[in-house]
């Protein structure tokens, strides 16, 4: 069965501080990775999204960025971090023949 | 206009209710939709998936689709305070992006 894995569950880091997210699928090839973030109290929005290794598309300009250097790993990147990119960081895969997503567990993101 | 809406809530049900949840979606091509429920701090996890219309049934869960009407909604039957969440409706966008409304929070009260 597939699993995904987000880490760190929890971080506090300084405005200005660089970051780093990491997500990991198992159990499945070639999977449509995504990251999401969601703010307290408010929807999901979609920040990236991955359909193979190397292949990235953004869908909301910010100094956020996302790299995908294997087949079932995506990166959230940041240089330096706002007050506002505080919150609930997802990732989500879904598979090449299917239109469902899963979530992991997430990172939850204070900048402080 | 939201792609995807939903009454924020919360809906409140008595145990054993039933609770019905609603979205409603502005784009006609729209054809594949979702149900994920959130528990609070938790990630959301998917419960239903409809694709057609009509009527899906999943032990106590039922989505319905109504195309026609761009209206999908979540029965849950025999409702339990373990119901108690918040409801997240899915579905895709015409640029093929699967947009989330804001979610409906249930409270099931023992």
């Known amino acids: 069965s597939q699993t995904i894995h987000q880490w760190p569950a929890t971080l ?12 990991t699928v198992e159990g499945t090839s070639n999977p449509n990775l995504y990251w999401y973030r969601q703010a307290a109290g408010r929807g999901l929005q979609l920040l990236f999204y991955s359909v193979g290794i190397g292949q990235i598309s953004s869908e909301v300009p ?20 706002l007050l506002s990119d505080s919150g609930f960081y997802l990732c989500a895969w ?19 | 206009q939201k792609e995807v ?10 145990e054993g209710a039933i609770a019905s949840l609603n979205c ?4 006609r091509g729209s054809q594949s939709f979702f149900w994920y429920r959130q528990y ?3 990630s959301p996890e998917l419960i239903m998936s409809i694709y057609s219309n009509g009527d899906k049934e999943d032990g106590r869960f039922t989505a319905q689709l109504n195309k026609a009407s761009q209206y999908v909604s979540l029965l849950i039957r025999d409702s339990q305070p373990s ?21 409906t929070r249930l409270m099931v009260k023992p």
């Open chain 2, 5 to 14: 809406e939903q009454n924020s809530g919360p809906l409140s049900v008595p």
């Open chain 2, 24 to 27: 409603t979606y502005s784009d």
């Open chain 1, 62 to 81: 910010q100094n956020l960025s996302a790299s995908r250097p294997q087949d079932r790993q995506f990166i959230l990147s940041s240089k330096k971090l």
């Open chain 2, 40 to 42: 609070s701090g938790k």
């Open chain 1, 12 to 23: 506090v880091q300084p405005v200005g501080s660089p970051l780093s997210l990491e997500c």
């Open chain 1, 94 to 112: 879904e598979g090449p023949s299917s239109y469902e997503q899963y979530f992991g567990p997430g990172t939850r993101l204070t900048v402080t």
């Open chain 2, 83 to 103: 119901d108690s969440a918040t409801y997240l409706c899915a579905g895709y966008n015409a640029g093929n992006m699967l947009t989330f409304g804001g979610g």
